[in-house]
């Protein structure tokens, strides 16, 4: 079976997602021109001089210091700290990039990413060609879908490595998934 491109499903009829496509349903919205602009009822009070403003803003600052880029460092450190100490596969030319380890598969390629956690696979393939330098890795879910990547080599000599590196992430997590699945 072939997986088809595209959606299978039909446009939705305007009023089942728009109750204002049946007129008398909702009441009018009264629409007002973009170009003008609301009136204001009150001016905002100035200030009685510039050292007054910087002074008012000085008081109404909170006292935490602004927020940097540490926290998200930090943030990684612990997602790292997180992570078993097992195999990981990491595969990537100047185009596509293809990460396996303990959290599951993560595909990229450009600015486009897919991940999927170990119990969202149902195999995954590997293909080196006969000639040429880029290696094929396709990742196949339960319901049918697949989703292939290829990846180039800087040298033929790098398949081999990259599969034996793959086997054994699949070896120590994607068999776990299965086994966990069968006891339960």
Known sequence: ????????????????????????????????????????AEEPEKAESPAEASEEAVE?????????????SAEEESEEEEAPDGPVFEASDRRARMIADH?????????????FRWD???AVETESPRFGKRF????HT?????FP????????????EWEEQLDAVLDAYFEDAEDAEESD
Do not use: H, N, Y
């Open 1 to 40: 079976m072939e997986q088809r491109i595209g959606s299978s499903s039909q446009p939705l009829d305007g009023a089942g997602i728009d109750p204002a496509f049946i007129p008398g349903l909702t009441s009018p919205v009264s629409e007002d021109p973009e170009d003008v602009k609301p009136e204001k």
């Open 60 to 72: 109404d600052a909170p006292d935490e210091p602004p927020a940097s880029e540490e926290p998200e």
């Open 136 to 139: 094929t890795i396709t990742v």
């Open 120 to 122: 969202e696979i149902g």
């Open 103 to 115: 959290s599951g598969v993560r595909l990229f390629l450009d600015d486009q990413e897919c991940e």
């Open 142 to 146: 339960p319901d049918r879908r697949w």
């Open 149 to 160: 990547i290829e990846i180039e080599a800087t040298a033929r000599s790098r398949f081999k």
